[in-house]
């Protein structure tokens, strides 16, 4: 089976602009969550879909917004970026994000802003 | 609030030595944890998940843990360590969030080195 998968790998962006990451599920899996991993901060949970559905969110401001696809595949938004957005963007996949789930991970996007 | 804590930044060990990697939870309600490997500009690698049962986990790699109720721990371990067992280490624990679904919680992480 393919793994998680996330484009583009790599991205830089300067202040002010708008970016879309992608994240494609394991086959089969329907709850997608997104992470993102600072140097600062560790890994911070953003939010998870599941059929379309944002179920849960992290403490992040509303820049960061994100939607699912019927056919699982999500992707996150991050408008006005801001310098301190620089990160390892992590998209996670599981059956039905049920409590004892275990969460398989993509390779990440690293989001630069200049 | 829902944590978990890696006391060590960094772990080092020579090869063919067993490791520990130490994590201690906070939880209300029973503790799902987890274990994640992650090498150099690499994603989160799953190494095993403690849900109930026995206390001693064995997942990926050689790698077990071992749940420990009364010092809320779940320590990872390995008998033999090998170089390319080098990498950061996370610890996680599964909580519902606000509407009763998964998010995970990690640690701040551990990074083992392994000298040859």
């Known amino acids: 089976k393919a793994g998680v998968t996330q484009t583009p790998r790599y991205l830089i962006k300067t202040r002010g602009q708008q970016v879309t990451l992608s994240c494609s599920p394991i086959?089969?899996?329907?709850?997608v969550s997104w992470y993102q991993q600072t140097p600062g901060q560790g890994l911070q949970f953003l939010f998870e879909?599941?059929?379309?559905?944002?179920?849960n969110k992290g403490n992040f401001p509303g820049r960061f917004s994100g939607r699912q696809f019927s056919n699982s595949r999500s992707e996150m938004n991050v408008s006005t970026l801001e310098l301190g957005d620089s990160a390892l963007y992590l998209c996670?996949?599981?059956?039905?994000?049920?409590?004892?789930?275990?969460?398989?991970f993509g390779p990440g996007t690293r989001l630069t802003v200049l | 609030a829902q944590s978990v804590a890696q006391p060590e930044d960094q772990v080092n060990v020579a090869e063919g030595n067993p490791l520990t990697v130490k994590c201690t939870y906070s939880v209300s309600g029973n503790p799902y944890l987890f274990w994640y490997v992650q090498y150099p500009n690499r994603g989160l690698q799953f190494l095993l998940k403690y849900i109930t049962g026995d206390n001693l986990v064995k997942g990926s790699y050689g790698f077990e843990a071992e749940f420990n109720k009364s010092q809320t721990s779940f320590h990872l371990k390995k008998p033999s360590a090998l170089v390319s067992d080098s990498a950061l280490y996370f610890c996680?624990?599964?909580?519902?969030?606000?509407?009763?679904?998964?998010?995970?919680?990690f640690g701040t992480g551990t990074r083992l080195l392994v000298s040859p």
């Open positions: 996670a996949s599981s059956a039905a994000g049920g409590t004892t789930d275990t969460q398989y």
């Open positions: 879909y599941f059929s379309e559905t944002q179920r």
């Open positions: 086959s089969g899996h329907r709850s």
């Open positions: 996680a624990v599964g909580v519902r969030g606000n509407t009763g679904f998964q998010k995970l919680v």
